[in-house]
């Protein structure tokens, strides 16, 4: 009897079932033998190939077959072989390729292509990918000439502006989400179709923007939970880029998002515990995040419709957020004095402390002060780029900010100037005052507005002095500059509000001119002789903007909210102000660098 143990070791050898692949081989070996002995072995696709050629005739020829199989292994073994810097090598030299495709079109030189056009646009591109200021737009728009069209319904004050070009959201204190469609430049208005020349003049272009569609909310739904409106007013408006959604907040401490074509509700939010005050998408995505009263900023997803995450960390109401591309926003907390960087990815933050002291040589010698208010709140937030925002205070200064630093890198006091003294006979009962002792000093205007056009040195600022005021960031990224004032040449107003300083030295040589409480008291005279050439009337709440053509080539478009009353207040109204909105078209210049390019061009 035998067994597995039993059986001598030579049979106790499993045997293999016998394959097919060795008679190949011999055939093939025997068959190839000419080729030379030190070629790697062939892969498995190719050896079935030769053996269909052996099973043919023998006049049949690889040669057929081989050579584009030959190339693309070749291309394939190059592009395996290769190391990292070789790959970087080779994608650079495709993207300098692309580019000069690009630009050949336009029938410049070569060598102005490869030393100036494809320099900048490299260093753009590096710049944009790191999130860093890139572009020097403010001294290439002619700020000063820029055309303004007033446009309005029969609405309380306009709080807030958002844009998704050509479209413009505006929502005000009555409950009110209004659609507007801005005109296209008057060169696009009305294109010439036919190749005769027109017999009648042609038309004057049309500059009002034109109502699309109105949604109004009902204060008496407050109880209705079912109810997709506003009951309260709305403080917030923000514009997705891909132009699908529209999303409102509002003091009901609702968040609601609308179809943007339609202005129909897709979804009420009430995770928010008080009132919903500022709100900003996240570029190029649909993440959004809401500021809010509660001291909580919330991150939403819309793709989802979804609440994703709270974060905390506000000792005060939370009144103004911004983002950029990167997963971070940056936000201000009123009466805390706090602009916190949420990194949202990280789960941390950062928080920058404001409520510092302002330099006093900043000011003129002969103003008074007193009228240095100390910053009691934080109440807007823009940022530049992924390393530099601004604020805005209610003392009126604008303050400069680096991710390096806890501490404002610049401070600009009273950016709008002060209000004007009160008359001796308001600030006291007495028949006869002294107004050197019974006046009080003015008080600056606060920073009701702030704006930058995302990775530029191009700011935005306003108040209720009645003018949209431009800053330009310096060359060395360590202080604003002012740049002009929207719509108004520099020679009706100077740059220099109700003759303070604010940090820059003035044009003009008002020196010996008698000065109360640190305003020229000669120039209220004349400003109240001569009506300025045009005024913003009412406080500016919010701005928007964005750049027409590529890359800003055929300017600037500044939509300006306005209001009677301050945004989230009443404590104050102005006499003779207009609810609605101001649409300012900045036009483009020419730089001495694109001016020496424009033969070229022709």
Sequence with gaps: MSSFFTIPGAQKKRKRAPTTEAPKKRFATSKSSSRPPSKPAPAPKKAVERD?????????????????????????????????????????????????????????????????????RLQQDVAETKGRVYRKVVSELAVDQASHTLFRCNTHSTTSVSICAPYVYTVTKDRCLVKWKLQDLPANQFPQTTKKKPKKPPAPPRRQPTKVAMVKGNHNKAKDRSYQG????????????????????????????????SLKPQRVFTHHRDAVTGLAFRRGTNQLYSASKDRTVKVWSLDELAYVETLFGHQDEVVDIDALAQERCVSVGARDRTARLWKVVEETQLVFRGGSGIDKRQLRPDADP?????EGSMDR?????????????????????????KKPLFIL?????????????????????????????????????????????????????????????????????????????????????????????????????????????????????????????????????????DRGKDGLCVVVGVGKDLRLGRWMKVKGGKNGAVVFEVPRVKTPEKEALAPAED
């Design 52 to 120: 269909e050629s052996i099973s043919g005739s023998d006049s049949e020829s690889d040669d057929a077959i081989e050579p584009p199989e030959a190339s693309e292994s070749e291309s394939e073994s190059e592009n395996e072989g290769e190391t990292a810097a070789e790959r970087r090598l080779r994608l650079a030299e495709r993207y300098l390729e692309n580019v000069r495709q690009e630009v050949d079109e336009t029938g410049f030189d070569a060598e102005d292509i490869d030393r100036d056009i494809i320099a900048e």
């Design 230 to 261: 506003h009951v309260a007013d709305i403080l917030c408006v923000a514009a997705s880029q891909d132009g699908k959604f529209v999303v409102t907040g509002g003091a009901d401490k609702r968040l609601i998002v609308w179809d943007a074509k």
């Design 370 to 374: 007193r009228s240095l208010a100390h």
């Design 381 to 405: 937030v823009a940022m530049l780029d992924d390393e530099l925002f601004v604020t805005g205070s209610d003392n009126g200064s604008l303050a400069l900010w680096s991710l390096a630093k």
């Design 413 to 549: 006091p009273q950016a709008h100037g002060l209000e004007d003294p009160l008359p001796p006979a308001e600030a006291s009962a007495e028949q006869a005052p002294d107004p050197k002792k019974v006046v009080p000093p003015p008080q600056p205007r606060w920073i009701t507005a702030l704006r930058t056009l995302p990775y530029s040195d191009l700011v935005l600022s306003g108040s209720w002095d009645g003018y949209v005021r431009v800053w330009r960031l310096s060359d060395d990224k360590r202080k604003l500059e002012p740049a002009g004032i929207l719509g108004t040449p520099s020679s009706s107003v100077g740059a220099v509000p109700n003759g303070i300083s604010n940090g820059v030295s003035a044009d003009d040589d008002s020196g010996d001119e008698e000065m109360a409480n640190g305003v020229d008291e000669s120039s209220r005279s004349s400003r109240k002789g001569t009506t300025p050439p045009w005024l913003v009337k009412g406080i500016v709440n919010d701005i928007a903007l964005f750049e027409r053509g």
